[in-house]
């Protein structure tokens, strides 16, 4: 009978987390874009959940950037992509609408000929979403 004053209090908790489950969840991949590659197949998706969080930072791709070292920044990083030869491995295009394995931008995700990000390989799922945006033709949307 001592113990029955906190039965109430542990069902209460246990109901409030089974409730927001869901909701923790979806929180969660809003606050990792990453994570949530759902978008990753649309131009804009990419610029705000990939080069925004994790390129065009200080000291890489943002608006530091030189012009081999690659500006993509928002309003800057289609032009400067799409059928664009590559100023460091000048034999590719960076991103070759239509042709996801001879983009430039697809060999340096994979770490095929260096690796970017520089800080670890991005998940296969991610690169395969850009791999798809580039395989549709690259539009710019």
């Known amino acids: 009978m001592r113990h029955f004053k906190y039965i109430i209090p542990v069902i209460g908790l246990i109901i409030f987390i089974v409730g927001c489950a869901d909701h923790i ?33 200080s000291g890489c791709h943002g608006s530091n950037a030189t012009q081999a070292n690659l500006l993509l920044t928002p309003g800057n990083s289609y032009p ?9 491995f000048p034999q590719f295009l960076r991103v070759k609408p239509g042709d996801s394995e001879n983009s430039l931008l697809i060999k340096v995700l994979k770490g095929e000929l260096s690796q970017m990000p520089p800080t670890g390989k991005l998940s296969d799922s991610i690169i395969d979403s850009v791999a798809m945006w580039i395989d549709n033709g690259a539009i710019n949307n």
């Open 80 to 88: 400067a992509l799409v059928n664009q030869q590559g100023s460091i």
């Open 25 to 57: 969840v979806s929180e969660c991949e809003e606050c990792n874009p990453i994570q949530n590659n759902t978008t990753l197949n649309t131009f804009s998706g990419i610029q705000t959940k990939l080069f925004d969080t994790t390129c065009a930072l």
